[in-house]
C-alpha cells in the first residue's frame, strides 16, 4: 500500500518561466511543447490521410493561426496508422478558442476533432539502490531540467520478499512536457537515479475541479466524437442552438434562396452550399455569445469573415445568404 509521507501544494493557472537554457531559443514546432504551457495545447484529429505530413503541418498552421500564434506538430499514430496534430498555442486564451470551435472547422473536406492534448509530463523518480528520497532530493537534482510544477514523497515496498522493506520514492510532474522528455533520456543512463514517466495526463497531484469553461461545454461528447471519427466528408446536423428560429431548416433557405437569385447547382454543389451557411450560422451564433458576454476583462478572440473563408470558402455567398432570412 502506498503511504504519501510529502507533498507539495501546487498553484493552479500559474504559468512557469521557461528553461534557463531555452530563454533564446526561437520557437518552432520542435521546441514549443518546452517554451509555452501545456494547458495551450491542442489534439486535432480526424485529419485526411491522403495529404502529405508537410501539407497537414502548413494547412494546420494557416486555418489556427487566425485565432493567435501556434506551432504544429504531426505524428502519425502507431496502432491505427492515422495522423494527428498536437498544436501548440503560445497564450492559453487562444487553446480555450479552439476548443470552442471543434464543430467549426473543415479541412480537406473533413470535420477537425479537436481536444485538449493529453500532455504526459509526470515521472517516478528515486534512487537506483532503493535508498530512501527526500524533498532535498527532488529539488536538488531536477531543478536543472526546469521547473517543477509538483510533487510528493511516497513510501513503497522495495524488493522481494521475505527481504523487501519499505522505502521512499517522489512522483514528480514538470511544468513543461518537453523538460520531462528531456530529463527521462538523461536519467535512463544515470547510474545513481531512475526517472521513469508515468502513464498519467496533466498534473495528477492537482485535485480536479469543475469545469465551468463555456468553450468546454460546446465539446461534443465521447459518443458523438466516436461516430465522427474518420468519417471522412459529411454533412453534420446543425445544432440546434444555431437553427433558425421559424422552425424551417438551413437547407429549405438555401433553396428558397437559390430559387429567388436564379441560383442554378447540382445537388452536390447545393449540399455544400447548405455546409456553408450552417458555418456561417456557427460563427455567427458564437460571434453573438461572446459580444455580449461582459465578465471577461480580455475578451476572447471572436471569429472572423477570413475564419469562415477558410473553413468553408465562398464567404461572401454563405453571407449574403445568412443576411436574407
Known amino acids: 500500500m502506498t503511504i504519501t509521507t510529502y507533498e507539495t501544494f501546487p498553484q493552479k493557472n500559474v504559468v512557469y518561466p521557461c528553461r534557463h537554457d531555452r530563454k533564446n531559443e526561437k520557437p518552432s514546432a520542435k521546441n514549443a511543447q518546452g517554451l509555452f504551457p501545456p494547458d495551450a495545447c491542442v489534439f486535432v484529429g480526424n485529419l485526411s490521410t491522403e495529404v502529405p505530413p508537410d501539407k497537414l503541418v502548413r494547412d494546420l498552421e ?64 528515486g534512487f537506483r539502490t532503493g535508498a530512501p528520497i527526500t524533498d532535498f532530493d527532488v529539488t536538488d537534482v531536477l531543478a536543472r531540467w526546469g521547473p517543477i510544477e509538483a510533487f510528493r514523497i511516497e513510501s513503497v515496498p522495495f524488493g522481494y520478499s521475505p527481504w523487501s522493506y519499505f522505502s521512499t520514492v517522489s512522483t514528480v510532474t514538470f511544468a513543461y512536457v518537453d523538460d520531462c522528455t528531456d530529463a527521462i533520456r538523461f536519467f535512463a543512463n544515470d547510474q545513481i537515479f531512475y526517472l521513469h514517466r508515468l502513464d498519467l495526463d496533466g498534473n495528477p497531484l492537482l485535485p ?76 455567427k451564433w458564437f460571434q453573438d455569445k461572446w459580444a455580449n458576454s461582459s465578465s471577461n476583462s480580455t475578451p ?24 436574407s432570412w
Not at 63 to 78: A, E, N, R, T
Not at 300 to 323: C, D, I, L, W, Y
Open 208 to 283: 480536479p475541479a469543475p469545469n465551468k469553461d463555456p468553450a468546454h461545454a460546446l465539446l461534443p461528447s465521447p459518443e458523438t466524437i466516436k461516430r465522427w471519427r474518420d468519417q471522412g466528408y459529411s454533412r453534420l446536423p446543425l445544432d440546434i442552438k444555431c437553427q433558425p428560429t421559424t422552425g424551417r431548416s438551413v437547407e429549405d433557405y438555401v433553396r428558397e434562396y437559390c430559387q429567388d437569385v436564379d441560383l442554378t447547382l447540382t445537388e452536390e454543389e447545393l449540399k455544400e452550399f447548405v455546409l456553408e451557411v450552417e458555418q456561417a450560422r456557427k460563427l
Open 300 to 323: 476572447t478572440p471572436t471569429p472572423t469573415s477570413s475564419v469562415h473563408e477558410s473553413a468553408g470558402g465562398k464567404g461572401n455567398r454563405s453571407r449574403r445568404a445568412v443576411n
Open 62 to 125: 494557416k486555418k489556427f493561426s487566425v485565432i493567435g500564434p501556434c506551432h504544429v506538430k504531426v505524428k502519425q499514430d502507431k496502432k491505427q496508422g492515422l495522423p494527428g496534430a498536437f498544436v501548440q498555442f503560445e497564450h492559453i486564451e487562444d487553446a480555450k478558442t479552439a476548443l470552442a470551435w471543434t464543430e467549426c472547422l473543415l479541412l480537406h473536406k473533413r470535420f477537425l476533432r479537436i481536444e485538449k492534448a493529453k500532455g504526459k509530463r509526470t515521472a517516478r523518480f
